[in-house]
């Protein structure tokens, strides 16, 4: 298989198939980690439990919702709750392993802007739709995964307005501030894979997606890239990832 | 008890320039045709409020209809952008909006405390982000067991909720099944409430999953048939997503907008 | 995910010397059959939770096994006093027992809070009442937005709670209908969690007012039919109103309590 | 009909149930309130709504529940609910017109004891079943109804142990704690009436069931009685509230 047999989004959408495994309660936001998260429960990770904000608790679609409430996440659940419910009951007490967010802009220490482009909130060059249930989710499942196509305006030095909280500054700075979970400990682009550097915490290249080079993604990153001292290359899409990620997509 | 009313009847009664109005649905169940009414009615300095205002907000609040909205998420889900609520927020088009902005969580415990008769909530919540900077309706608050700081928020106590419910009896007890976000909050915490509803039936059968208002705890009931439309209602209707597609380009140019206003003011807007 | 287990190694696994135990079930689906495994095992200190300690409680005092009591009423519903609970408050017998007591909106909403990993909930409640005087787990809050002042209540995370349910499938999964009291609370707020069933079946059929509790949510599920008895299970058994009746005097009397202890040790005592 | 035609105990669920009209929304407890508002929904007030603390909204049973969790009153209301919801979304906002309690003490202010008889809490003379629900359905419902068994040693000057707080000490100390109800408005004994006076708050006699004396009523008081300028005579219960009553008790 070669490079123009899949897009650079189908990568990225594998790739963060591939870091859910079975058995993992996942907190799914709509977009980039939904196409993410019903691709694992469909491939290698079939006991994945999907969780979405409004209310439903291990849904089981055979194709990708169309939005946060499309009926088939509440038709296969095993059960199916009110909004406060899934936030008091069930994220904000720690329960889920993994929340799975998307990002208008992310920074160097994995903040997550979904608020407002610009320095000024009320004058902004551009409103974005706000909060949703990202700040919470960042802040109390174990770990959170973050899948965002990657450029210069989207990955930059210090996000514009903190809307999920992933390092802060780094250094610990999230441990200081008693946030339960670990917050971002993986962030999977179009280009590649990063991680927090586990002192400075911050974003670390320690992989790059088949045919992208480092010098690739450092052109698309607002910050002066640390990378890895052994990048991996991210093995390219199966044909199976890809058959059944364009079913699901077809589907819907 | 709930009495039954017309829709428009039902917001001439109830909804009143400058109120604080929710229309809850959280996807599913949106109360669009009610929405739509409002606009015809001609409501003004409205403060809306919704965890997720979508198209039916970007409506209301590009015909002039609302001064403020408090919420958590605005979008077109699976489209895009509020062109509306963007041009009323960045260019104050047709007339300035303020805004107060939650996280979903943060929304939802506002109405949990407004339908328990308190005046706030405690979450675990906004720690770290610039939310509590922008937002004056978040605040610490200290354990008084454990000395831990927490979040609090304020109740939500709207002057009237709107949402739309699968059906109702004759005597205005309200069934709702599937994807039920809110909106029992809603209605709780407000001080009056509208719910439209697909049909009115004699009897209210059992449905798994289904949650029950009793007529006491609701003002009034409109029979509105694809109320939510282009939501869906579970059992009912199928969401029309070409329709969110579609509102994309409408939403984008005050033209094309102010032209689907005049259809809907008039009566014209075709519901399907 | 859940196991499937026998009630005996549930017990064995779960429940500890010294535990904070809660067996919840408001007067329907009252986990009474796990309670006699504890007295069977001898579980010692134990610190019981329960918001309507009801026979199967006097049961466990009067055996011995605890040593506190969080409670908000204690009796034999349509009966009257729980003997034995009435013996150990009274005369320390067979060992004292310490009281920490409440109304059941503070026990519900500590149970809440526990559920939402929040230290403490807030409510209205017991303004003006002697509770506060002898309770220590009831403080004054200040509202942040109003300055009102209401009441605090801390959070109850037991080591382990217990309740009944109608059925789960092989995975694990509960699903329980009817009056559902404050179960769900109770499992989500405990540590570990146990959960005896009438019956495990292949597939959970939607039952109207059923409510699941996801297998992953749960730590054992142990198939116990009739484990509810005295109480009853909606759609399974009614409850044995003469059973309640009969308490009465076994736990008025040191001697025929006794008596009924031995035979529950041993095995013997008829379950319906 | 004769005074042997009904007992006390009759007399007093005939009056307790005509204190409630239709329409109302009642939270009921179970015993003595449970028994009178189950009276009137078959009798006067069939539009009665009945609550009951395990969570039932809008009761309909054919017969006495057993207890506050018979199935019966599940099986009949128009929605069933969690505990936590019944207290928090429909008792504590002040849904509620009519909370209907009994007492194991009264005294001269409305005060209920459910808790402990004796001066001392760590070591009582006798251990009651303690709170339930009643602090704040009295508390929160609009106003509250006390039906109970009358004798010196139920009906005190002031209670051992205040579990539910009527009017504190009298004069307006419950508007100045707060409370958003009135509070104790009726008390309907085997004996007869009591309405506290609008300023002290002090329970005053206005009525006595058929054959009873006020000398009788006073001897079953533990306080200094007042009495009303008029004190009415119940009028009787009619054949047909009996014998719906007996019917009602027979069933279960």
């Known amino acids: 298989m070669t490079a123009h047999d899949y897009t650079a989004d189908e990568m990225m959408s594998v790739a963060a198939a591939r870091a859910l495994s079975g058995g993992q309660r996942c907190f799914v936001g709509i977009g980039l980690p939904s196409t993410a998260a019903n691709l694992a429960r469909r491939t290698h990770a079939p006991d994945l439990v999907l969780i979405y904000e409004s209310g439903t608790l291990g849904s089981k679609p055979d194709r990708l919702p169309a939005s946060i409430g499309d009926g088939i996440l509440a038709e296969t659940a095993d059960a199916v709750i009110s909004v406060p419910e899934v936030f008091n009951y069930w994220l904000q007490p720690g329960r889920i392993d993994v929340g799975f967010l998307g990002a208008a802009q992310l920074d160097k220490f994995g903040n997550i802007n979904t608020t407002v482009i610009g320095d000024d909130y009320a004058n902004p060059k551009v409103r974005l739709p706000g909060a949703g249930g990202a700040p919470e989710i960042a802040a109390n499942c174990h770990e959170v995964y973050v899948v965002v196509r990657q450029s210069k305006r989207s990955f930059v030095d210090q996000v514009d307005f903190v809307t999920s909280f992933g390092h802060g500054r780094g250094n610990g700075e999230r441990d200081r501030l008693g946030l339960r979970g670990a917050g971002p400990t993986l962030v999977i682009t179009d280009l590649g894979v990063f991680r927090p550097d586990p002192d400075s915490h911050e974003l670390v290249l320690t992989g790059v997606h088949p045919g992208v080079t480092v010098e690739q993604v450092r052109e698309a990153t607002g910050w002066e890239l640390r990378v890895a001292d052994d990048v991996a290359t991210t093995p390219a899409p199966t044909s199976d990832e890809l058959a059944v990620l364009r079913a699901l997509k077809e589907a819907s | ?272």
């Open chain 2, 1 to 272: 008890m709930a009495d039954l009313a017309s829709l428009s009847d039902a917001i001439a009664e109830l909804v009143h320039d400058g109120d604080v109005v929710a229309l809850e649905g959280f996807t599913h169940l949106i109360p669009v045709a009610a929405g739509h009414e409002i606009i015809r009615q001609g409501r003004r300095d409205l403060t809306l409020v919704r965890m997720t205002p979508d198209i039916v907000y970007d409506q209301l609040i590009g015909a002039g209809c609302a001064r403020k909205l408090i919420f958590s998420w605005g979008g077109n889900p699976g489209v895009g952008s509020l062109h509306r609520f963007r041009d009323a927020v960045q260019h104050g088009w047709p007339v300035p909006l303020e805004i107060e902005e939650h996280s979903h969580a943060g929304m939802a415990n506002r109405y949990v405390a407004g339908a328990s008769g308190l005046p706030f909530a405690v979450l675990r919540g906004y720690l770290g982000t610039d939310l509590p900077n922008v937002t004056d309706t978040i605040k610490p608050i200290t354990c008084p067991f454990t000395g831990e700081t927490l979040t609090a928020v304020p109740a939500i106590n709207p002057d009237v909720a709107i949402v739309h419910a699968q059906r109702a009896d004759r005597a205005g007890n309200v069934q709702m099944w599937g994807l039920v976000g809110v909106q029992k909050e809603a209605v709780l915490a407000a001080r009056g409430s509208l719910v439209t509803v697909e049909e009115v039936v004699d009897e209210l059968e059992p449905v798994p999953g289904g949650m029950v208002l009793p007529s006491w705890a609701v003002d009034l009931v409109a029979e509105v048939p694809g109320g939510a439309h282009p939501s869906y209602a579970q059992g009912y209707s199928e969401r029309d997503n070409a329709y969110y597609a579609a509102w994309d380009p409408i939403s984008r140019d005050r033209g094309e907008f102010e032209r689907w206003v005049e259809r809907v003011r008039s009566g014209d807007e075709v519901r399907t």
